[in-house]
């Protein structure tokens, strides 16, 4: 069974940057898409970015273009997602998820597999 290991999650001021990293077990990484989520404390799960199984196709957030950059390393079966220019309004928790397909998608019910979280705080 597929498993997703996120880290790099941590308290930043705002203007800061973080650098998240997502492990995934097995030998299918490089053939499904993998995303980048997060949940703040009481409100929906949300799309944040996206990356196709080759790394070819990006797609993001509007709240997040400009700023934050998906990126994999398919050999070490790791995605990143790089954010920088941190505002407060980013803090929340931070989830990777495996895609059901090589094509990325923004919807949650497009992904079969979630890390457990990584908490992202920005600091005014």
């Known amino acids: 069974q597929v498993q997703l290991v996120e880290s790099g999650g941590g308290l930043v001021q705002a203007g800061g940057s973080l650098r998240l990293s997502c492990t995934a077990s097995g030998r299918t990484f490089s053939i499904r898409a993998m995303g980048w989520f997060r949940q703040a404390p009481g409100k929906e799960r949300e799309f944040v970015a996206t990356?196709?199984?080759?790394?070819?196709?990006?797609y993001y957030a509007d709240s997040v273009k400009g700023r934050f950059t998906i990126s994999r390393d398919n050999a070490k079966n790791t995605a990143f997602l790089q954010m920088n220019s941190l505002k407060p309004e980013d803090t929340a928790v931070y989830y990777c998820?495996?895609?059901?397909?090589?094509?990325?998608?923004?919807?949650?019910?497009?992904?079969?597999?979630w890390g457990q979280g990584t908490q992202v705080t920005v600091s005014s």
């Open positions: 998820a495996r895609g059901r397909s090589s094509t990325p998608n923004m919807g949650v019910r497009d992904y079969d597999t």
């Open positions: 990356i196709s199984g080759s790394g070819r196709s990006t």
